[in-house]
């Protein structure tokens, strides 16, 4: 992975098939800490009533969100785009994030201070090409 300034890798799994690039379709999953080790928070009636229904999974104990985006479309954090930029699929990164590339100056009001490293990890569960994406699959 080229490291973007801001982004510390802390783990790596590479994965198998073409890395991830610009354009590609990405279903991945998050999990993501403060600094300190506290999992920020998905499992508020609140938080889980903004996810559509099976947009959580569960497994070995834990809980994480599901996603999807194009990569290059600028719909995730900075820090987790970055980061899926060069992933392959069945691939696992876990990095610290400065504030600027995670939740910035404000935070997120009662569960992300002000200015906040995040770590997160990111397990990258498939990958579709944009011709793939074309035909329907």
Request: proline residues 4%.
């Amino acid at each position: 992975m080229k490291i973007k300034k801001g982004i510390q890798l802390i783990d790596e799994v590479e994965g198998i098939g073409k890395a991830a690039s610009k354009g590609d379709f990405l279903r991945f999953n998050i999990r993501a800490f403060l600094r300190k080790g506290e999992e920020i928070p998905i499992n508020t009636i609140e938080d889980r009533a903004a996810w559509p229904e099976g947009s959580i999974t569960k497994a070995g104990g834990a809980e994480f969100i599901n996603f999807s985006s194009r990569l290059g479309r600028r719909d995730n954090i900075a820090a987790v785009e970055y980061t899926l930029h060069g992933m392959k699929a069945g691939g696992y990164r876990k990095i610290k994030a400065s504030p600027h590339l995670a939740y910035g100056k404000e935070g997120v009001p009662g569960k992300v201070p002000k200015n906040a490293v995040i770590v997160f990890e990111i397990w990258l569960r498939e990958l579709v090409t944009p011709n793939r994406v074309r035909d329907g699959l």
